[in-house]
């Protein structure tokens, strides 16, 4: 680590907190899930950091709806004597601090900022973007769904982190604080008498190194392979078979940190006037590529599964040099049928490997 | 306002192609932004209504007519539906140019030759005025219409227009069952028309648009010509909603329709996963 460094005691976090919100700033934590019978935890708006739980499960789902929102206005019209007046719906946007992100989850916004930028830039995404700051939080490494490592990320990595928080593995709790970027300078400096003279408590290293013990033997896929086996094998028997379970719902797709595709719907109120939305949307849904003629290029739930994979790990790659997906696991955890991308991506590796050994697939 | 903001364009002339295929004329009611306004042949735009949604076009119109686009579309679906309802003076949105373009530059000094079927005429049909709109930079001008049955050809005024006029040469044809008594055109599907107008390949460009099965079957017709796969070019509709290369739908493999597209030529389209 060659970043500035800081340590955060318990009680001083709590008070960053607390002077974050009364700064005027939206706090974004994770927080229990009330009422569920298992520990759950969601990214929610708080206002007392005794709520914030960060040594919790991992959030249910992603901070993706705090930048892409599940649903959003983009415009609202009224007509009036055949003409049309069109209003800004949310130009302003809050003022936001995350505080403690899952790696997972923090690393997906610089992959994502790439397609909102693909010479269009989507300025909805980026004006939340560029009003919020983001602490991560290390990961203490989930469970067997969790695949971080195949896509070159870690439970401590800091990609996506203005401000990287390790916890110190002492009994009094306290955090290492490690300032990734600019922003999370100016964010520390602002507060600085929160910050103590840094100091590396000995749990620390170890922590880190369970954490990445915990998640590294989940799955040995390599995605340079399996991406090479794609872009040859569009067309292979593997297709034919793989979406058996999937019921074309969605749910990987909402729960994912980096599926961003959306739909354009109005929604008139009353006659004259209304408002023009942006929601999320699913390519596991057979009308995302329905044609007006009836014609659908992606007729089968094995095609549309194919898609899904292919714009994570073949796609994406090709034209943003990122794979779109940061092994969080959720899409494992969220899936009604029982789909298992990094299961899938094994078999896919196991593929590559096998071709390669043949000499390559024709 | 966001990108995803369009632009207010008043219907200037409503025009009924067929029984289920109209023409809207729009000027934006922005008179700066209409002096602006410019774009290619062979790009699109986001068209909506306001309540119904957006719909995605080409821009049917040529850029060598100033002041207005036209799109023309079948009523199909909700925003279509809405479509059939607007009258002269009524509003609509519309967001674009985007896409690629039909490299018309490269074409100057050379024949075209145009092939559409149905209301794949459209796009072509931008191309065509554009192109007879500074005819001095072009030689043979060659075009090849089909459609199911007399009722289902598009543009009859221009049809006529282009029949009527020595530097064009027109070939029209119907499937067959779908003549009437009075038709003087061909009648017979657009491969077999195209293999009987027998068009020079030389120093020629086709430009091609219509239902996916007439495209299989005319492009082994332009190869056994002598076209090269680099010098037909067609234009691709997949389902869009952002335009923009960011919504995530209109993809074939690692091409994006919206912004690698519309316009690919027949060598491009080989490359593609078999996915459209």
């Given amino acids: 680590m060659s970043n500035e460094q800081k340590y955060l005691s318990e009680s001083e976090f709590d008070a960053l907190v607390r002077e974050l919100i009364a700064s005027g700033k939206r706090v974004v934590a994770p927080v229990a899930a009330e009422d569920d019978l298992e520990p759950q935890a969601d990214y929610r708006a708080v206002s007392d950091p005794a709520k914030i739980v960060l040594d919790g499960p991992l959030p249910r789902r992603s901070l993706k709806e705090f930048f892409l929102p599940a649903t959003e206005a983009l415009l609202r019209w009224r007509l009036k004597k055949g003409d049309v007046a069109l209003d800004e719906t949310e130009a302003d946007y809050p003022e936001t601090v995350v505080v403690g992100a899952s790696p997972c989850d923090a690393a997906a916004l610089p992959t994502v900022d790439r397609v909102m930028d693909w010479d269009y830039r989507d300025e909805p995404w980026f004006g939340r973007r560029e009003a919020t700051v983001v602490i991560s939080r290390a990961c203490p490494g989930r469970d067997s769904s969790c695949f971080c490592p195949v896509v070159g990320l870690a439970p401590d990595s800091t990609r996506g982190a203005d401000v990287m928080l390790y916890p110190s593995g002492e009994d009094a709790g306290g955090y290492l604080v490690e300032v990734i970027t600019e922003r999370g300078a100016a964010l520390v400096a602002a507060h600085s008498k929160h910050f103590q003279a840094p100091r590396e408590p000995a749990g620390v290293a170890r922590l880190r190194e369970e954490a990445r013990a915990r998640v590294d033997g989940n799955s040995s896929a390599r995605p340079d392979e399996i991406r090479r086996w794609l872009d040859k094998n569009f067309e292979h028997e593997l297709w034919d078979r793989l979406a058996e379970r999937c019921h074309g719902c969605g749910a990987c797709a909402a729960v994912c940190p980096t599926c961003h595709c959306f739909d354009i719907v109005d929604e008139p109120e009353g006659g004259d006037s209304g408002t023009r939305r942006r929601n999320w949307d699913t390519c596991q849904a057979a009308v995302f590529t329905l044609h007006g003629s009836g014609h659908n290029p992606r007729e089968t739930q094995n095609a549309r599964f194919r898609q899904r994979v292919l714009h994570k790990f073949a796609i994406y790659p090709e034209r943003f040099g990122e794979i779109l997906c940061t092994g969080c696991g959720r899409c494992v955890r969220a899936c009604p049928g029982g789909m298992d991308l990094p299961e899938i991506l094994e078999e896919l590796g196991r593929l590559a490997t096998s071709s390669q050994s043949a000499g390559g697939t024709p | 306002m966001n990108l995803y903001t369009p632009h207010p364009v008043r219907v200037a002339e409503v025009i009924d192609e067929t029984v289920d295929t109209r023409t809207l004329r729009l000027e934006f009611k922005d008179p700066a932004f209409a002096e602006s306004f410019d774009f290619k042949a062979g790009q699109f735009g986001e068209y909506s209504v306001f309540g119904a949604g957006e719909c995605t076009f080409c821009i049917a119109s040529p850029p060598t007519r100033r002041g207005y686009i036209e799109c ?167 389902r869009m909603k952002c335009g923009l290369g960011k919504c995530g739908r209109c993809n074939i493999g690692p091409v994006y329709v919206c912004k690698d597209g519309p316009v690919f030529t027949a060598a491009q389209l080989e490359d593609l996963p078999p996915e459209f």
């Fill in chain 2, 72 to 238: 023309s579309f079948k009523k199909v679906g909700k925003v279509t539906n809405a479509m059939r309802e607007l009258e002269v003076g009524d509003t609509m949105g519309f967001r674009g140019p985007y896409g690629n373009h039909f490299p018309l530059d490269r074409m100057e000094g050379d024949n075209l030759l145009f092939i559409a079927g149905g209301i794949g005429l459209a796009p072509v049909r931008c191309v065509i005025w554009n192109a007879l709109d500074l005819r001095d930079k072009f030689r043979d001008v060659t075009i090849v219409y089909g459609a199911r049955s007399v009722g289902d050809l598009v543009y009859r005024r221009e049809l006529e227009e282009w029949a009527g006029r020595d530097d064009v040469k027109l070939w029209q044809t119907v499937d067959p069952g779908g003549e009437t008594p009075d038709w003087k055109g061909e009648v017979g599907f657009v491969p077999s028309v195209v293999e009987k107008a027998e068009p020079k390949a030389e120093n020629t460009y086709a430009i091609i648009c219509g239902p996916p099965i007439m495209i299989k079957f005319t492009l082994p017709v332009l190869i056994k010509l002598g076209f090269t796969k680099d010098r037909i070019f067609t234009t691709l509709e997949n």
